[in-house]
């Protein structure tokens, strides 16, 4: 017969090896647990965006596409250009594409005065604001041209400066097909593109443009305007 200290040290150890065992089942349970809902994958938006407009030609034509894909853009205008053709600018507008500024008179932004600079801006900015009823708050320096001076006065001015991620050097026009290819090639989700309706003969650009949209639609893209404020 046990004695009572054995029998304790006996319930002991086994209570012990219960408790454990309730641990360990315990960890397998919570290891064993179903795995959430996966991530979403994010969304396949691209963001065309065109420089150097207004143009009276070749912006309705590339409205036109846009509108049979249902696509959205963001379009960077001279404020010359819009003085020259309001009706074009309001045009994009009404259309539903977002209208931002790319300066006055496509100067390089980092070789002028800071009177000038604020010039370029603002007599851009009123022009945009008098044909959309509302102001820019991003500016796309002309070259893509940004330092710290740059930076410091479009701040100043309550502007955000927007770049682009894909630039398929329509402005040199190397033809259609080189453009088309050089988007399709380089486009990912969140990619913005540089394509230009004014400044020149945008001719390719536009024959360019429907093969650009129903290609990046077929694969899933959709395309909205950059989120500026």
């Known amino acids: 017969m046990s004695s009572p200290r054995r029998a304790d040290r006996h319930r002991g150890r086994r209570a012990a090896r219960l408790t454990i065992g309730t641990l360990v089942a315990a960890a397998t349970a919570v290891v064993a647990l179903p795995a959430g809902p996966a991530q979403a994958a994010p969304a396949k938006v691209v963001y065309l965006t065109f420089d150097d407009g207004p143009s009276p030609r070749y912006t309705p034509q590339i409205l036109t596409l846009l509108s049979q894909y249902g696509a959205r853009a963001t379009f960077f205008e001279i404020g010359q250009n819009v003085a020259a053709h309001p009706g ?46 509302t102001t820019p708050t ?11 001076t740059v930076r410091s006065g479009a701040a100043g001015l309550g502007k955000s400066i927007q770049l682009w991620s894909v630039d398929p050097q329509d ?29 020149g003969d945008r001719g390719q650009t536009v024959a360019a443009l429907p093969g650009i949209l129903r290609t990046l639609k077929s694969r899933g893209y959709t395309f909205a305007p950059l989120p500026c404020r």
Do not use: M
């Not at 796309?140 to 330092?147: D, E, F, K």
């Not at 026009?173 to 088309?180: D, H, Q, S, T, V």
């Not at 399709?184 to 540089?194: E, I, N, Q, R, T």
């Open 171 to 199: 402005w040199a026009r190397p033809g259609r097909a080189a453009i088309e290819r050089r988007v399709l090639g380089a486009v990912k989700p969140g990619s913005v593109v540089l394509l230009h309706d004014g400044g």
């Open 88 to 133: 074009v600018t309001r045009q994009v507008s009404a259309q539903g594409h977002s209208v931002q500024n790319h300066s006055w008179s496509h100067p390089d932004l980092r070789k002028i005065s800071k009177s000038a600079f604020q010039y370029q801006v603002a007599a851009t900015d009123a022009r945009i604001r008098a044909q959309t009823g």
């Open 138 to 148: 991003c500016l796309r320096p002309p070259y893509g041209g940004v330092n710290a």
